[in-house]
């Protein structure tokens, strides 16, 4: 006869040690500790005025097999993107079914749209110092032409 007890009581045992020491050798990393050559973002306004934002809808039917999404989407055509910020652009494989145990592999170009949310912080910024300037250079010229109009 086996003893199921004692083996449940070591198996317990082994999985609480094993879950003790993984804890012990766990870290915490800061962001900027796992990056590398991190710089600041450079002219973004000149380059996302050179994007042509879209509306379009995917070829669903032509392309079945891509189990593409319906109806009206707004974006980017990838390759048109491509040549502002290649490194945004990702070749992606999709394989299907194409006949019975056939299959067949196709490239599609996809954008890493979430990269783009620090260049749109970084142009905003850029704005906001260029109204702020502009918004003392008016104040100034106010000012100036408030003081000729009362002499």
Do not use: W
Not at 40 to 68: D, G, R, S
Request: hydrophobic share 40%; net charge neutral.
């Amino acid at each position: 006869m086996y003893n199921f007890s004692g083996l449940m009581k070591q198996s317990t045992q082994l999985i609480t040690c094993l879950f003790i020491s993984a804890a012990v050798y766990s870290q915490n990393l800061n962001d900027s500790e796992i990056k590398k050559n991190i710089t600041a973002i450079e002219n973004p306004l000149e380059k996302l005025v050179q994007l042509q934002p879209k509306t379009f809808e995917y070829n669903t039917e032509q392309y079945k097999h891509l189990k593409l999404q319906h109806g009206r989407k707004f974006g980017f055509v990838a390759e048109d993107f491509q040549h502002i910020f290649p490194d945004m652009v990702i070749e992606k494989s999709v394989s299907y079914m194409f006949g019975k145990n056939v299959y067949r592999n196709s490239t599609i170009k996809t954008i890493n749209e979430q990269s783009l949310i620090p260049l749109l912080v970084a142009a905003i910024k850029d704005q906001q110092l260029q109204i702020d300037k502009l918004t003392t250079e008016l104040e100034v010229l106010k000012n100036k032409n408030a003081s000729a109009g009362a002499e």
